[in-house]
């Protein structure tokens, strides 16, 4: 591994293994004197680092730009300001300053303290102990690499931290493990000898009401507590443990009063000791490990350090139950195991797996290909010539994967959260309204997204069609007492067909079906009760209010469900021709009367529907007042966006297109409503803007794309509720809808707004927030590879597709169901190079001509 890993520490900070091309390199320098797009993090740009090292729904924590460890999150709910106290140090013998925490400067913003922690501090933190004076960190996902260097010290660290991430592979990529390497470099030239040591308190204790003791592993030791049997899911494990059979282990750290435990785990640090205690039946407070290290001059040499974690219980349970659980779509056999189990979520990897000690054991004897199959990804994705801030943005929340956000249930099935409270799951039930937007994990791992889609249609959908926005967990039927989400509800049919091409399974669209066809009358006697072509009856949607008439978004998505469904219907010879002509009404009518010329816009209608007036209605935080009221007459309803040009307004178009479907409206008009969107929406800087909704997002001197504006007046006294705010997961798909449609420059002026936001000096570069860290929605950069490139595999006809936006030769990176590489145009001829699995190709098409390929390597 160290190999290449020295090529990106040494080589181009741009494209990775390709070099770089002079289009590229130009514009990952357009912040001058600041953080180079997909380079490295040093100076006031590696203050907010925090990057997660962790399995597909099986917990994390992050290593910081410096090597600290912190956002220790191992039991199921993010712990967002949990320091564990974990830290590696070195001692070179016969150097006057040779003892040193394996981490660079502490970050300024630490020195007051976190929250709940005091203004010194969380008690026995390491920020006192000397360390490496400067500190650079890179990311090449899924390693986080550190790289540490002192005037003092004789030896360069280089610190790499990574886990499994293998695209078609969820079982090796979910795996509760990381691997912290440090590779030690004598700059001398003198032989040096060292002492490499691990050390951390027992953070896995967290009740005095269960046993708590630290225990042996070989070459480590894990901490640990025991659950009770009124409380499980105190139970919970965590290994540590090296490479090296010359390992000395302190499993007892010193037990007494205020800081003696880290006193004394620093105290052998500082004197080369290496100190070797047997494990205590109970109570240790910390434990150490120590590694002796000869380097002769100019030498090299890595400790590897696995963690790995164990954590089979939980206390969660999120949804409510319904009256009758027989009124939803789920197989017979699955159906009476979930009304049996009242109980709580339990991770996947419990299934799998009996102990940590199983865990590790495992992580053990598979590391090497484990790592190997994780370099052919990495590998893979930064050979792409894309534009460096593409890469950054799109590999950069692909952190997402591994934070709590994404849980993996007993069973294998995915369960989301939007985001990460600092301490909860932040809005539970793989919200169907935000998960639209992502684009990783259909082409990743698209077997654990169709479990995503058997959720939605079978445990969260009753036979009448209503399809509830968050399903339950522990996965069984949920209760249906709210409204559905038009966009949520209507862009999973979508994602069936598009599930059903990324797959080739024919299997898999025909046991949805019927459920789909359930669900799109539902849509249409709920929202089109006229069955004029339009979502006109108030809808419930992302914003989390209703939008009363019919409105350019919305039925971007109900046109794109409705040729989703004609699509599937025509594949397996069902009749459609209601659903077509039903599609091409609501075509004309969004095209003549909510097209104001420039971009589509809302049609507010509260009077003459099938719905309550408003005021009576069932919704979130609305509140009628009696001023409201007036409002109401004078305005409409609360909470709509009118005349206003909406970020979102052809988003069902943007998911069509990502799905392989054709744009659901007239091509030139979606291109002028996404100008639109870029000339009006998009601001250099917020200074001047009103936002007195949640600034945090971008204020001040950020730029960013609004969520809305009103450029030719009529903004309403309340519009929608998040109207001023900023969103990363609007702006990367208003961003790649933009490419597909030709405006590439427009496209990347806006991923260069967001991710200058996110460069490291104020926010983290790998946690775009929303209402949650590392939010789901945010998962919509992947779609910038496609909207770059036109780049689409389909494996129902074996098809590959490519409508390059960013010239005759690049080349970019390519996952299906079953198998990765690398898929680009040389002079125009189309390639493929698989690096994992297969991808069998009959097809090639090349901007809408079938052409003959230039080369396919395996």
Known sequence: MKTWLNFFLLGCAVTGMTGCDAGACRSSCDRSGGHAFNGPYEGRYNSRIAFPVGGLGAGMYCIEGTGYFSHMSVRHLPNIYHEPGMFAALHVKGCEHGAKVLEGPVAE??????????????????????????????????????????????VDVTVTAWNPFIPGNADHSGLPVGILEYTLENKSDRALETIFSFHSRNFMRTSEKAKNSVKPIANGFILSQDGTAEEPHLQGAFAVFTDQPNTTVNHCWFRGGWFDGLTMAWNSVKNAEMVDNAPVEEGAPGASLYVPVALEAGEKRTVKVYTAWYVPFSHIREGGDPADMNDNNVPAERLATECADRGYYRPWYSSRFGNVTEVADYLKSHCDDLLAETELFTRAFYASTL??????????????????????????????????????????????????????????????????????????????????????????????????????????????????????????LRDMYPKVKASMDYCIATWDPRLAGIIEEPHHNTYDIEFWGPDGMHNSFYLGALNAFVAMSEYLGEEAFAYRELAARGKAFTESELFNGEYFVQKIQWTGLKADDPTKMMSWSVNYSDEAKALLEKEGPKYQYGNGCLSD???????????????????????????????????????????????????????????????????????????????????????????????????????????????????NPFDEYECGHWYARALASYGLLQGLTGVRYDAVDRTLYIDSRTGNSFTSFLAVDGGFGNVGLKNGKPFLDVRYGSIPVKKWVVSGVETEPAGIER
């Open 109 to 154: 913003w630490r020195k007051f303290g976190l929250p709940h922690s005091g203004l010194g501090g969380p008690g026995g933190a390491n920020y006192g102990l000397p360390r490496f004076r400067s500190a650079t960190f890179r990311a090449r996902f899924p390693f986080g690499i550190v790289s540490l260097t002192d005037g003092d010290m004789p």
């Open 387 to 508: 534009p460096p801030e593409v890469v950054e943005a799109v590999a950069a929340n692909l952190t997402i994967l591994k934070s709590p956000t994404v849980m993996r249930v007993y069973d294998g099935r995915l369960w989301n959260w939007e985001g990460c409270g600092d301490t909860w799951g932040s809005c539970h039930g793989s919200c169907t309204h935000v998960w639209n937007y992502a684009q990783a994990i259909p082409h990743l791992f698209p077997a654990l997204e169709r479990t995503l889609r058997h959720t939605e249609f079978e445990e969260s959908q009753n036979k009448a069609g209503h399809q509830t926005f968050r399903s339950a967990l522990p996965l069984r039927p949920v209760n249906h007492t709210f409204y559905s989400a038009a966009d949520g509800q209507l862009g999973g049919i979508i994602k069936v067909y598009r599930d059903w091409r990324i797959s080739g399974d024919e299997a898999f």
């Open 649 to 763: 307004g052809v988003l069902g178009s943007w998911m069509a297109r990502m799905a392989g479907l054709d744009e659901s409206l007239d091509p030139e008009k979606v291109r002028s409503h996404l100008t639109a969107v870029h000339k009006y929406n998009l601001k250099t800087d917020l200074s001047n803007h009103a936002n007195p909704q949640r600034p945090s997002f971008a204020f001040g001197k950020d730029g960013g794309l609004l969520l809305c504006s009103w450029p030719k007046g009529g903004k309403l006294s309340l519009p929608f509720v998040y109207s001023d705010e900023v969103w990363t997961g609007i702006e990367y798909q208003a961003a790649s809808h933009l490419m597909l449609a030709g405006e590439v420059e427009k496209g990347l002026d806006i991923v260069r707004a967001c991710r200058s936001r996110y460069d490291g000096r104020v926010r």
